[in-house]
């Protein structure tokens, strides 16, 4: 029996990217401003001028993950013929689900196409509707369902697909890196190239958590303002960010099979019985109405939509939303491919699309539909004056004046803000985890990382947090965060393309020899080495 390889502290890819967070922390702490100008200015060079880039790498995801689940090879299993699942279906989809981007789901399911209706910070002013019309309800809906269902989570799913595959089927090191084999070749190999790539993704997953973390104290500080009456200040926001960083940091350090599973479970649940309280007490016939026209609408626009880099919707529109979402999706998918791909052995990658990618965005498009559609018939009958409080307070402030709406608010609202910390917690628990184990050598899928780095990581993230939320306001209230998410994406935005580019050499290209030539593809991985 093989003695068990060494883990150590791998030094080429942890001291470039925590100095460099360190740098940002420290400018943050001693010239907020600075920091804040900083990534303003990375949001406008990457969101502006590449945003062509964003829409084009979208789509290119897409259209992937839509060939691998209707092709031959999305009967490949992970692992082997003979692997087996680790977790239940339901399991692996909660986990799926609220690791990624469940506070986002929560934050904008009401603030979003309010925003939208009301054309509050300017998002139709280039469509020939009015804001508050029945036109402009279908778009707000629509354009919702288009930010936060199939194209995102196609993102997230290729490259959790590349990984695990490469892993688990070819015997690569458990990395983003591996997933360049195909396009690189035994460049890959080259220690200097694996630490160039695994830097850029933990400095990307960090500056997107960070942002995550920085909208979710925005959020829940102003719950607690408009329900308890406690001030939204930096004093407010330091006790939440310790309280989050609490859980989510002794979650990780639980590991995967108790910590994250743990957490995703109860906030599943939440999730579905909120569901249910809408449903019942929420306007159904209504919501039921404007989703299918909503549908209808999307599907009608949606070329436009996905090519649009401003010159059609206009900045308000496409830059600081679509643009924003696609950055922010594009930071968290190297290392959430990472997290989805070690949740995920033993599944085909059809499974392994149907769990990450189908059902996701049908509950991405199920929960704006409920949420958004009750916000937009209250906002329309004078039951609620949602887009006056999204002016007055700012672009996260609409899901409180909802929620107070709504009968035993006063149980919902403590729920909903238990919601929003634990979906961060959640998700910073498994982010936090998979930067540790890219900053440990010879990891696998199956281990866990060590306990200190977790936690290193952990305030890390926090810190950066809690500076851009409590200095980087802004006209939405959350300028500095979609700033700070803006530029993680943009330093992960060349990588995902080649992560791209290399699922298209492996699964399309080479990909339909599999099923008469079984090792097609690994002779693929030994070719590039010759």
């Known amino acids: 029996m093989s ?34 100008s900083v990534a303003r200015q990375l949001f406008y060079l990457s969101l502006s001028d590449f945003g062509w880039l ?3 790498l979208a789509v290119a995801a897409l259209g992937v993950t ?91 799913s290729i490259v959790g697909l590349m990984i695990g595959y490469m892993h688990f089927n070819r015997q690569q090191r458990f990395s983003i890196s591996s997933t360049l084999l195909p396009i690189l070749g035994n460049t890959e190999r080259k220690p200097l190239v694996r630490a160039v790539v695994d830097i850029i993704s933990i400095l990307a997953i960090a500056l997107g958590l960070a942002s995550s973390l920085g909208a979710g104290l925005a959020l829940i500080s102003s719950g607690l303002e408009v329900e308890y009456g406690i001030a939204s200040n930096p004093t407010t926001w330091l006790i939440l960010t310790l309280i989050i960083s609490a859980i989510f940091i002794t979650s990780a350090v639980s590991g995967l099979k108790r910590g994250i599973r743990f957490l995703s479970s109860v906030n599943a649940y939440i999730f579905y019985a909120f569901v249910v309280i809408l449903l019942i007490i929420g306007p159904l016939n209504y919501i039921l109405s404007l989703s299918v026209t909503s549908l209808g609408y999307w599907l009608d626009n949606v070329f436009l939509w996905s090519f649009d880099t401003k010159e059609s919707g206009g900045e308000a529109l496409v830059t600081w939303w679509t643009m924003y979402d696609w950055s922010i999706w594009i930071a968290y998918a190297p290392l959430m491919g990472l997290f989805l791909a070690r949740i995920s052995y033993g599944r085909t990658l059809r499974e392994f699309l149907v769990i990450n ?29 949602l887009i006056a409080v999204v002016t007055e307070s700012g672009a996260v402030s609409g899901l409180w004046g909802f929620l107070q709406h709504l009968p035993l608010s006063i149980l919902l609202i403590p729920l909903a803000i238990l919601t929003l910390i634990i979906s961060f917690s959640t998700a910073a628990d498994s982010m936090s985890s998979t930067i540790a184990t890219i900053c440990t050598k010879n990891m696998t899928a199956e281990e866990e990382a060590p306990r200190k780095q977790k936690i290193l990581w ?59 030539q079984p090792d097609a593809l690994g002779q693929l991985v030994e070719t590039a080495h010759e």
Do not use: C
């Open 357 to 385: 990618w189908i059902l996701p965005s049908a509950f991405g498009i199920a929960w704006f539909a409920i949420w958004g559609g009750s916000a937009i018939k209250w906002q329309m009958d004078g039951t609620l004056d």
């Open 3 to 36: 003695a068990p390889i060494k883990k150590s502290l791998n030094r080429s890819v942890f001291i470039p990217s925590f100095a460099i967070i360190l740098l940002a922390v420290t400018i943050g702490l001693a010239n907020n401003e600075l920091l804040v």
């Open 54 to 56: 964003y829409q084009l």
């Open 458 to 516: 952990g305030l890390s993230i926090g810190v950066i947090a809690y500076i851009m939320v409590a200095f980087g306001g802004g006209a939405q209230g959350v300028d500095g965060i979609k700033f700070l998410a803006a530029a993680g994406g943009f330093t992960v935005l060349f990588l995902f393309a080649l992560i791209v580019a290399a699922a298209v050499k492996t699964f399309i290209v080479r990909g339909a020899h599999e099923q008469s």
């Open 66 to 156: 839509v060939y691998i689940f209707f092709s031959k090879v999305g009967n490949i299993r992970l692992g082997g013929e003979n692997a087996k699942p680790t977790f239940s279906m339901a399991t692996t989809f909660a986990m799926a689900l609220t690791g990624g981007i469940a506070t986002g789901v929560v934050t904008y399911s009401v603030n979003e196409p309010i925003i939208y209706l009301g054309n509050v910070y300017g998002e139709i002013g280039n469509q020939t509707f009015e804001p508050g019309s029945a036109e402009a309800a279908i778009f707000a809906l629509a354009r919702s369902f288009h930010n936060w269902s199939f194209i995102p989570y196609a993102m997230y």
